[in-house]
């Protein structure tokens, strides 16, 4: 597992073409290097490169993929064999550091000490027999998060939606609100996103106190594909070491999963595969395997995930976004509708869903008061049409005051954000369970009819709507 970097071996070689992130090398002698081992690349003063083996053309020549940029190499540079896969830090001595794909720090800080434990990014996902079932409720105090999408404690969460709907913000908030509670170690992989909120990440997490406990890898969309595929391996790589070797719980946070399929997809153009449904690689389904099958909770010590993953042109039939989300305990999915009415977090209470959301795991009253919310809001749904056509007056009176308390539980479900502050002025709240718990059961008995709508949007809890009411 954990390991020291490997020594070379024989079978030096040369470049003999670059094309891009593509590079082919002739071994002059001695046996190729293995698919998914890495080489290294030296020009003469220039900088290292790695590039990881991905094909063996014939006896001598095989073909990598570069995990930096390759502007400026030459044909006739030297290949020196390491003789595994990329061997990032791990450890301690990665705390509160950024590291980018191949594991060099990147945050302009000391360099690592020499001694530092190595780890490979590439590695079997852990045995079935290992792995640990995810059924304790991870509380977020995100009302509409812990109601109806609750996460598991050592389980894997994806929040989906297309552009501009929210992702990296319910991302950021999940960050503020688990890892400033929590004990354990965090993890974030950036992978295809823009480095501006990579480096407003740091910032923050400096601020708050939390990098002290964090590991930052980035593979950013400036980055060549092999960055942005291999960013998510290295930093599963750091997580497993701190679950494996120190017995640590972990929170992994991955935003955004999609670009790490995308970055695949490049690379399988760019090595000459077919493309298959809608122009995805044909591995589609195994490299989103390999990555989400090694996020697993073994023995004492858990991983839980937490993922963004856009959704190309809001199409939720998209082959990445169903690989994905078949991984997955929690399904958080972002509404553009809902963004739209300045609903946020923008969770479609309908087409979100858990699997904790089961009267064994999470108990009879919440299983029950999710049902609810969810069948009233439905309902509410499909009345829409007559809604806009006739108006809510013409509903029956069932109807109408289902509607009512539907539109208020929507409202109610809404909630400042601590990470949104500085632009809308209103400091975040966290709610317990117990309390978003009894303030839907108040709205769905019909406790708060004659309360304005308004009175319960972007509210902690139902007291605070009260003292607003009282107060105005
Ligand atoms: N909880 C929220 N409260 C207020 N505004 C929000 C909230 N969530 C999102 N927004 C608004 O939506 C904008 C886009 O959010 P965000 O960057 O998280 O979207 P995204 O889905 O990650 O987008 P992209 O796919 O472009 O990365 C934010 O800049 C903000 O104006």
Redesign the pocket.
């Given at each position: 597992m954990t390991d020291t970097v490997p020594t070379a071996t024989d079978g030096a070689g040369r470049v003999t073409a670059v094309r891009g992130a593509v590079l082919d090398i002739h071994i002059e002698d001695g046996d190729l290097p293995r698919i998914g081992h890495v080489v290294e690349i030296t020009d003469g003063d220039a900088a290292v490169i790695l590039a990881e083996v991905q094909s063996h053309l014939d006896r001598s020549h095989v073909r990598a993929i570069a995990l930096m940029p390759t502007g400026g190499l030459r044909r006739g540079a030297v290949v020196r064999q390491t003789g595994g896969p990329v061997m990032v830090p791990v450890g301690d001595a990665v705390l509160g550091r950024l590291l980018d794909a191949a594991g060099r720090v990147a945050d302009q800080g000391p360099p690592l000490p020499d001694d530092v434990p190595r780890a490979p990014i590439l590695r079997a996902a852990p045995a079935l027999a290992d792995q640990t079932a995810a059924t304790d409720v991870f509380e977020t105090g995100i009302k509409v998060i812990d109601l109806l999408t609750p996460l598991a404690h050592g389980g894997k969460a994806a929040m989906f939606?297309?552009?501009?709907?929210?992702?990296?913000?319910?991302?950021?908030?999940l960050i503020q609100a688990m890892a400033s509670g929590y004990q354990g170690i965090s993890v974030f992989a950036g992978i295809g996103?823009?480095s501006r909120?990579g480096h407003e990440l740091l910032l923050d997490m400096r601020q708050s106190g939390v990098l002290a406990r964090t590991v930052l890898v980035f593979g950013q969309m400036n980055e060549p594909p092999g960055a942005r595929w291999r960013a998510p391996m290295t930093a599963l790589a750091v997580a497993e070491h701190f679950r494996d070797v120190r017995g640590r719980n972990v929170l992994l946070l991955m935003?955004?999963v999609f670009r790490f399929v995308q970055a695949g997809m490049e690379v399988s153009g760019l090595l000459g595969r077919l493309p298959s449904r809608v122009g995805y690689q044909p591995t589609l389904a195994s490299e989103v395997a390999a990555l989400q099958e090694r996020i697993a909770s073994v023995g004492g010590a858990a991983v839980t995930a937490i993922e963004?993953v856009?959704v190309p042109a809001d199409d939720f039939t998209d082959p990445a976004v169903t690989a994905i989300a078949g991984h997955m305990d929690s399904l958080v999915v972002?509404s553009r509708g809902m963004?739209a009415e300045?609903m946020?977090?923008?969770v479609d209470p309908i087409a979100s869903s858990s699997t904790l959301l089961d009267p064994l795991i999470v108990g009879e009253l919440h299983a029950r008061t999710a049902e609810r919310v969810r069948r009233t809001i439905e309902h509410y749904r499909e009345l829409q049409d007559v809604i806009s056509l006739l108006g809510m007056e013409e509903l029956g009176a069932e109807d109408r005051r289902l509607a009512e308390r539907a539109r208020r539980l929507q409202r109610f479900l809404t909630?400042?954000?601590t990470?949104?502050e500085a632009?809308?002025g209103t400091p975040g709240r966290s709610v317990r369970l117990a309390d978003t718990i009894a303030g839907c059961r108040a709205i769905l008995d019909g406790d708060c009819d004659d309360w304005p709508e308004d009175s319960l949007y972007m509210v902690g809890d139902l007291e605070e709507a009260r003292a607003r009411l009282a107060a105005s």
């Amino acid at each position: 597992m954990t390991d020291t970097v490997p020594t070379a071996t024989d079978g030096a070689g040369r470049v003999t073409a670059v094309r891009g992130a593509v590079l082919d090398i002739h071994i002059e002698d001695g046996d190729l290097p293995r698919i998914g081992h890495v080489v290294e690349i030296t020009d003469g003063d220039a900088a290292v490169i790695l590039a990881e083996v991905q094909s063996h053309l014939d006896r001598s020549h095989v073909r990598a993929i570069a995990l930096m940029p390759t502007g400026g190499l030459r044909r006739g540079a030297v290949v020196r064999q390491t003789g595994g896969p990329v061997m990032v830090p791990v450890g301690d001595a990665v705390l509160g550091r950024l590291l980018d794909a191949a594991g060099r720090v990147a945050d302009q800080g000391p360099p690592l000490p020499d001694d530092v434990p190595r780890a490979p990014i590439l590695r079997a996902a852990p045995a079935l027999a290992d792995q640990t079932a995810a059924t304790d409720v991870f509380e977020t105090g995100i009302k509409v998060i812990d109601l109806l999408t609750p996460l598991a404690h050592g389980g894997k969460a994806a929040m989906f939606g297309g552009a501009g709907v929210g992702k990296t913000v319910l991302v950021m908030e999940l960050i503020q609100a688990m890892a400033s509670g929590y004990q354990g170690i965090s993890v974030f992989a950036g992978i295809g996103e823009r480095s501006r909120e990579g480096h407003e990440l740091l910032l923050d997490m400096r601020q708050s106190g939390v990098l002290a406990r964090t590991v930052l890898v980035f593979g950013q969309m400036n980055e060549p594909p092999g960055a942005r595929w291999r960013a998510p391996m290295t930093a599963l790589a750091v997580a497993e070491h701190f679950r494996d070797v120190r017995g640590r719980n972990v929170l992994l946070l991955m935003d955004n999963v999609f670009r790490f399929v995308q970055a695949g997809m490049e690379v399988s153009g760019l090595l000459g595969r077919l493309p298959s449904r809608v122009g995805y690689q044909p591995t589609l389904a195994s490299e989103v395997a390999a990555l989400q099958e090694r996020i697993a909770s073994v023995g004492g010590a858990a991983v839980t995930a937490i993922e963004a993953v856009y959704v190309p042109a809001d199409d939720f039939t998209d082959p990445a976004v169903t690989a994905i989300a078949g991984h997955m305990d929690s399904l958080v999915v972002l509404s553009r509708g809902m963004a739209a009415e300045g609903m946020y977090p923008a969770v479609d209470p309908i087409a979100s869903s858990s699997t904790l959301l089961d009267p064994l795991i999470v108990g009879e009253l919440h299983a029950r008061t999710a049902e609810r919310v969810r069948r009233t809001i439905e309902h509410y749904r499909e009345l829409q049409d007559v809604i806009s056509l006739l108006g809510m007056e013409e509903l029956g009176a069932e109807d109408r005051r289902l509607a009512e308390r539907a539109r208020r539980l929507q409202r109610f479900l809404t909630q400042p954000f601590t990470v949104t502050e500085a632009f809308t002025g209103t400091p975040g709240r966290s709610v317990r369970l117990a309390d978003t718990i009894a303030g839907c059961r108040a709205i769905l008995d019909g406790d708060c009819d004659d309360w304005p709508e308004d009175s319960l949007y972007m509210v902690g809890d139902l007291e605070e709507a009260r003292a607003r009411l009282a107060a105005s």
